[in-house]
């Protein structure tokens, strides 16, 4: 095909990344762009959209698709991280949180800090009734996990959370304004440096590795960490009982590791927590005949790409049985999420602890739907259950 150019496109915004029919219910846009107009440019956001599997995995693979570039809002707001680098400097960031996130240490976390943090946040329930499961739940396993790595004190969780959650807003749609976001960058800043113990699991790695708690790069490294291991996660748990319950799992099926582990990797192709992930050309490109300019924004669609026919078979269907080894939730290549092994097991601990102790766990009144782009979950998960021991 002959390349075409960003003007040649005759696309009258198809896609409004803030309008409450893509933030509530993008599957049909997905659905018709992938069969339609792969390579979309989305003319408000000044974007391109890759919304096909084969393109979206190549896009992670391919260094002319760079994370690193100076106008970027993450970039802005937190410097040179993990997640604005490549190449070198990327290779040696990661490298250096490697030995924390690693499946062998996590394996040791489990058990040391993610087990008794659920239970914790379990025993804090007052038993049988209506259980506001985002406000209870979903929001404290997290914040508790991560506050312990961090060695923060856990009762500042709501404070925490204040500010985190304008972070992360500030890297979504609709965005907050960045001088917002760096005002809570800032007070966190200041926070974290009365507050984070140098003895904690993640300070003393990164000392280790040359850092001092001071250091605004350090710093920087934290906060991202903190506001990664926390709303995703958040909304993650959140849409894993969500769509439990929306498939009328038998919740005793759960006890099955095997079973756990598999609906847990369905539900998260079927309904991502982070729909997308930015990228900038390094370079003039071209992908399926559509001419892509140097700086130009592609965002890639993990979220489409996860639901393409062309790869996974009924692809809007919950078949927890499924292969999953295409699933790009988590990313792939070297920017793959380096937090999977602690996510992961955070939620195979709660699922298996909450099926252990409860049993009829099901909506309490009308169900709301999922919400968001950049942390989707359920706008309001209420849910009532039976103790095991009644």
Request: with cysteine; net charge neutral; glycine share 6%.
């Amino acid at each position: 095909m002959t390349p075409t150019t960003i003007h040649d496109h005759s696309v009258d915004q198809k896609i409004d990344f803030d309008a409450d029919e893509f933030q509530t219910n993008p599957w049909p846009i997905y659905h018709t762009l992938r069969a339609t107009e792969p390579v979309h440019f989305a003319t408000k956001a000044r974007t391109f959209l890759l919304v096909k599997h084969a393109d979206v995995a190549a896009a992670l693979a391919d260094r002319r698709l760079v994370a690193d570039f100076p106008m970027r809002i993450s970039r802005r707001l937190f410097g040179s991280t993990i997640m604005d680098s490549d190449g070198a400097v990327h290779r040696r960031l990661r490298q250096s949180l490697t030995p924390l996130f690693g499946s062998r240490r996590v394996r040791q976390l489990r058990t040391e800090l993610i087990a008794p943090v659920v239970d914790q946040v379990l025993d804090r329930l007052d038993g049988p009734g209506d259980v506001d499961f985002l406000r209870e739940v979903c929001v404290p396993v997290p914040y508790g996990v991560i506050t312990r790595l961090l060695g923060l004190p856990p009762e500042d969780v709501d404070w925490l959370r204040e500010r985190v959650t304008v972070l992360a807003g500030a890297i979504d749609f609709p965005a907050v304004p960045l001088e917002r976001a760096r005002a809570a960058k800032a007070e966190l800043t200041d926070y974290l440096i009365e507050k984070m113990s140098r003895r904690s699991p993640l300070m003393d790695l990164l000392i280790r590795n040359g850092g001092e708690p001071t250091d605004p790069d350090v710093l920087s490294s934290v906060i991202l960490f903190l506001l990664a291991g926390t709303e995703t996660s958040v909304a993650t748990i959140g849409t894993i009982m969500h769509t439990l319950l929306a498939q009328d799992v038998r919740m005793e099926a759960l006890l099955d590791s095997e079973f756990r582990a598999a609906a847990v990797w369905e539900t998260l192709r079927l309904e991502p927590p982070t729909h997308s992930i930015l990228r900038y050309a390094a370079t003039d490109l071209d992908i399926r005949g559509v001419r892509i300019s140097r700086h130009s924004a592609v965002l890639l669609s993990l979220a489409s790409g996860n639901r393409d026919a062309d790869v996974f078979a009924e692809a809007d269907a919950w078949k927890p049985n499924r292969p999953q080894r295409k699933t790009l939730t988590f990313g792939a290549g070297p920017h793959t999420c380096i937090g999977i092994h602690l996510a992961l097991a955070e939620f195979d601990v709660l699922l298996e602890r909450l099926v252990t102790r409860y049993q009829n766990i099901r909506h309490s009144g009308s169900p709301a739907g999922l919400r968001g782009h950049g942390f989707r979950g359920p706008e309001r998960l209420v849910l009532t259950w039976g103790s095991r021991d009644a």
